[in-house]
């Protein structure tokens, strides 16, 4: 079964249908994307500056993480990836903190108490359940708070996809399963992923629908998941929403993609960008002039480079923190072993 | 202040990399992540930006070089800046003074009056003979060392040399280990009067050419002792007594490796003429490593004159497998009472050493009194 | 006091911390309409409903993950796996996330859930089902790991592991549900998690044993006192921390060592435990440290189990060599 694109602003800017929002909140978003699209270029520089370890870019793909974070309420939960920093950033976890935990420091995954989002999920697919017991203890608990997990279309065939979209199926959670399909699962192509026609068709094996958009397209993406999030707070249980959209950078700063993929197909994504048909949208109405284009940007990446510096600023970490931080109290098997790595002076020994 | 922007590690676990071109030259402005150098590695060709704003002043390596992680790059500062390269390498930062990561293997706490020495330790001082508990410890927290054992067992001895045990001192420690360890030994004396035996003996020596061996002539003395009394011809097999209806009569035979047993088989057969040719052809048989595993084996009875080497009274050893051992001691003139006057007499002294668990004190007395009886009695009787 | 088996011990623990605590919940493959397999939750679910007493499908995975999910949300889920056999397919999410939420957060996230896993053979089940892998628990740092040799120790420490802010393995092993009773006392009580046990004291050597096998060492300890060896059976009742020093002073106490467990030999936990006595009590050995374990192979189907398992005859022949050297 072929599901149906939703699309409502066109590649060229053009709508499509009704837009599901106003014109600030539009330029609030667009500016939003343009911050993000920033900090994936800073943090791919700094990595290639030996200041952050591999990192995972994101271009191409910041409305269907804006479109989509900006649908939830600040106590709803949000599950993500580690390719998913507009999103969680957009939802509150500060900048500063997702350049700790790619840089390899723990205090990287350790939100403000009032940010509802769990630290970044390298493994493919498992982070799907937490999603789900959040989901459920909310509802256990009587709230009416959502749960959103975000994964690609390569986690769609992990075994825990199956039993997360199971579970919430069987027992009617309030999750909402955000699937960036961005065509590639590293160096494999969606269409090597699964014979399935589309992902959002899959949904139908769980008892729930799902809903496939256009993922470079703020509105549609914004529209399906608020209609998404709608449904699982009023119980009427998940739903997968699968953005259509195009990785254009590298799987990470690892990867050289021109070792598997074309480099006209690309260039074929190019002209469906999404922040420049927000641009064209937005121009087209008065919401975008040159002018407030150089000034957002110079705010948010002078904000970036702000979290860049205090990120860099931070004392080291404590070794002590690495046997301190395994349980709510030190066994003594720990206890022991941080003594053996300090010395009495709490120093390191290093190694000569 | 310059900046010394030095290659890093871009590539997970990535060693060099090829510098491809420099998109700036020295002297000229960069900004802030503008792309400075195009590299290849082994993953893929990329740009790196600029990490400062400012002015390029050096760059690393000219375009088809290779630079190592860690080399300098580039070096941004200010106009005008001065940079001058290091003639070496400059060292790497050290931290604090170098120690093992992992500390070394904390000795256990020792608990109170607790003797620490490695098994083997032990081991070599049970070998020794060494007391560990007298042993004072060298090595960390007292424990006791290889060398304070040796040292130990060096200093209990005084100068020392180390003999090994022939082999067949090894075998006869053996058996009178086993001897001594499992049968409860009892010794009892006596004495004869060896008046008859001496007469005896000259006797003899008149009728045969060489000398008469003493066990010729106290062999014949015993065995109606062995007869009346069969507990101590017998051998005991878990519980029971196996009395043995033949007599076959050990004796010691001195050789230089020490006492051999030789077995005289059939002696109750024999006259006293043919109980010394045998005891000579034995000792000869002995002596010359010549003797059969018959031979050296399988007495029912022995004995064991220690006369021969001037001593009168013993504690002999029963060898394993019999009951009873009789020692002979040397004859000699002695101060005897007889009815209540002192006389010179010649003495035999006897040591008679049985097995406690078959024999009990008086059959070991009457058992004595009838071989000193055997003894005294004249020859011919 | 009421005299339990340990099924009705853990039964009566479950229902206590279900009325007591609304964060409280358990969730598996059959708890809840049936009372599960074993029927350690028998009559929960009607008590509490099925919110609270919660029967999954079939999906391992799914019930851990969803488990941890469930105490991020400020819930106390006691997670049940069917067979430590079908743990398996969970091993990502225990070992990926819920042992390691904590650290990677630096306290921020939490995993205060329970996952209790039937374990160990000598009932003659099917395939599969009589697995002894906790040494891959024991091994993956962020857990503890516990298992009750005795229906009141199994009450207190399923109490303790349920009220423990960090994630507890509660292994039960499945020989003795039924087999063994005790006196359980009624009201709420824990047995604090990290202390072993001596079952019964002595003097000669020590014998180390937690589970169903302490039945066997027990009987062990019998034979050997019979033969004038007065052998300390010492219970472990938790892995993960193992109380070291209880361990170090029962064999500097006795000399000597034989450890005991069902799980297969190599990288089994009692190579631990005897890296533990080596370095801190080796002064006090008067032996080499014994092993009495399962054998490097597949656990044997029924017909066969017997020749696996430790028997007492097996652990009494090990003491005895100890001894005599």
């Known amino acids: 079964m072929t599901e149906e694109l939703q699309q409502i602003l066109t590649p060229e800017g053009e709508l499509a249908g009704e837009p599901p929002l106003g014109m600030e909140e539009t330029r609030g978003l667009y500016r939003a994307m343009v911050a993000a699209r920033l900090f994936d270029r800073k943090a791919t520089a700094l990595q290639k500056q030996g200041r952050l370890a591999t990192y995972a870019p994101f271009e191409g793909q910041e409305a269907a993480q804006v479109g989509s974070a900006a649908a939830l309420r600040t106590d709803d939960w949000m599950v993500a990836t580690y390719r998913d920093a507009a999103a969680m950033w957009l939802h509150g976890y500060p900048w500063k903190l997702l350049l700790l935990w790619r840089s390899g420091d723990e205090r990287g995954n350790c939100p403000p108490e009032e940010v509802n989002v769990l630290p970044p999920s390298i493994t493919v697919g498992a982070h799907m359940l937490h999603a789900v017991g959040l989901a459920w203890s909310a509802r256990l608990q009587g709230g009416d708070r959502v749960a959103v997990t975000y994964f690609g279309d390569g986690a769609t065939s992990e075994g825990d996809f199956h039993e997360a979209m199971n579970f919430a199926g069987v027992y009617r959670l309030p999750v909402v399963f955000m699937c960036q399909n961005n065509q590639y699962a590293i160096s494999l192509r969606r269409d090597r992923q699964t014979a399935a026609a589309t992902i959002a068709g899959k949904a139908d094996g769980y008892g729930f629908p799902g809903v496939l958009v256009d993922g470079n397209d703020l509105f549609a993406v914004f529209r399906a998941t608020a209609e998404a999030v709608e449904r699982a707070r009023s119980g009427g249980g998940p739903t997968l929403v699968e953005a259509l959209t195009y990785r254009l950078g590298p799987h990470t700063t690892s990867d050289d993609p021109g070792r598997y993929r074309p480099a006209d197909e690309e260039s074929e994504w190019k002209p469906r960008d999404p922040i420049e048909r927000v641009r064209c949208y937005l121009a087209n109405r008065d919401g975008w002039t040159e002018e407030w284009q150089r000034a957002i940007e110079a705010e948010e990446i002078a904000e970036i480079e702000a979290a860049v510096a205090e990120a860099e600023a931070l004392p080291p970490l404590r070794p002590q923190e690495i046997f301190e931080a395994m349980f709510a109290e030190m066994t003594p098997q720990l206890r022991e072993q941080r003594g053996e790595l300090l010395d009495a002076s709490g120093h390191v020994p290093v190694e000569s | 202040m310059a900046f010394e922007f030095r290659l890093p590690d871009i590539g997970e676990g990535l060693t060099e990399a090829e510098i491809v071109e420099w998109y700036a030259q020295p002297g000229q402005e960069v900004r802030l992540d503008q792309p400075l150098v195009q590299l290849e590695t082994d993953k893929a060709v990329t740009d790196i930006p600029s990490p400062r704003a400012g002015v390029l002043l050096h760059q690393g390596a000219a375009p088809g070089t290779v630079v190592k992680v860690g080399d300098v790059l580039a070096v941004i500062g200010q106009a005008g800046e001065a940079w001058n390269a290091p003639g070496t390498d400059a060292s790497p930062t050290r931290g604090p003074e170098a120690a093992p990561i992992v500390g070394s293997l904390r000795e256990a706490e020792a608990v109170a009056g607790e003797l620490r020495a490695l098994p083997l330790v032990r081991k070599l001082a049970s070998e020794l003979g060494v007391d560990l508990s007298n042993v004072r410890g060298t090595g960390p927290s007292g424990r006791v060392t290889r060398e304070d054992v040796e040292r130990a067992a060096r200093m209990s001895q005084g100068p020392e040399e180390r003999v090994r045990l022939s082999k067949l001192r090894r075998t006869v420690a053996e058996n009178m280990t086993r001897s001594w360890r499992e049968i409860p030994h009892v010794t009892t004396f006596g004495e004869a009067d060896g008046s008859a035996i001496l007469a005896a003996r000259s006797e003899m020596e008149g009728r045969r050419s060489s000398p008469v061996p003493w066990e010729a002539l106290f062999i014949p003395a015993l065995l109606p002792a062995l007869q009346a009394h069969p507990e101590f011809n017998a051998s005991l097999r878990g519980e029971d007594l196996v009395l043995k209806r033949h007599y076959d009569v050990g004796f010691a035979v001195q050789t230089d490796d020490g006492l051999i047993v030789a077995v005289i088989r059939g002696a109750d057969r024999r006259a006293p003429l043919d109980l010394a040719d045998e005891v000579q052809r034995l000792a000869w048989s002995v002596r010359g490593r010549s003797a059969t595993a018959a031979e050296l084996s399988g007495q029912t009875f022995t004995i064991s004159n220690i006369g021969a080497v001037g001593g009168r009274f013993g504690t002999p050893i029963i060898p394993y497998g019999t009951t009873a051992i009789l020692s002979f001691g040397r004859i000699g003139e002695q101060p005897v009472v007889r009815e209540g006057q002192v006389r010179v007499a010649s003495v035999l002294p006897l040591s008679l050493s049985y097995d406690h668990r078959v024999i009990d004190g008086a059959l070991g007395r009457r058992f004595l009194s009838k071989v000193i009886e055997g003894l005294e009695r004249p020859p011919g009787r | ?325």
């Open chain 3, 1 to 325: 006091m009421p005299v339990l088996n340990m099924a009705q011990a853990i039964n009566q623990a479950l229902d206590q911390a279900l009325a007591e605590d609304p964060r409280v919940m358990v969730l598996g493959e059959d708890v809840g309409r049936t009372g599960g397999v074993f029927r350690v939750t028998d009559g929960l679910q009607q008590r509490y409903g099925e919110e609270r007493v919660v029967d999954t499908p079939v999906s391992e995975s799914g019930i851990v993950g969803a488990a941890l999910g469930l105490a991020l949300g400020g819930m106390r889920p006691v997670a049940e796996m069917q067979f430590m056999g079908f743990s398996y397919p969970a091993f990502d999410q225990v070992i990926s996330h819920v042992a390691r939420i904590r650290h990677r957060s630096r306290h921020r996230f939490t995993a205060s859930l329970v996952i209790r896993i039937p374990y160990g053979g000598g009932i003659g089940a099917a395939e599969h089902h009589s697995e002894s892998a906790e040494a891959i628990y024991v091994h993956t740092p962020g857990l503890k790991v516990v298992v009750p040799g005795s229906p009141d120790d199994a009450k207190g420490l399923l109490r303790a592991a349920i009220e423990d802010p960090d994630p507890v393995v509660f292994l039960e092993p499945i020989r003795l549900y039924r087999s063994t009773k005790a006196e359980v006392a009624e009201e709420r009580f824990t047995v604090p998690i990290g202390e072993a046990r001596a079952a019964r004291e002595g003097t000669d050597l020590t014998l180390v044993a937690w589970g169903a096998m302490l039945r066997e060492t027990g009987e062990a300890a019998d034979l050997l006192l019979d033969e004038g060896i007065d052998a300390e059976v010492l219970d472990l009742r938790t892995l993960v921390p193992l109380d070291v020093p209880a361990l170090i002073s029962s064999v500097q106490k006795t000399g000597r060592a034989v450890v005991v467990h069902e799980a297969p030999r190599t990288a089994g936990l009692a190579g631990e435990i005897v890296a533990l006595i080596q370095e801190r009590a080796l002064y006090s050995l008067r032996a080499p440290v014994a092993r009495v374990t399962g054998w490097d192979t597949v656990f044997p189907l029924k017909r066969s189990e017997h020749l696996y398992l430790p028997t007492a005859e097996r652990i009494a022949a090990a003491a005895r060599r100890v001894m005599e050297t």
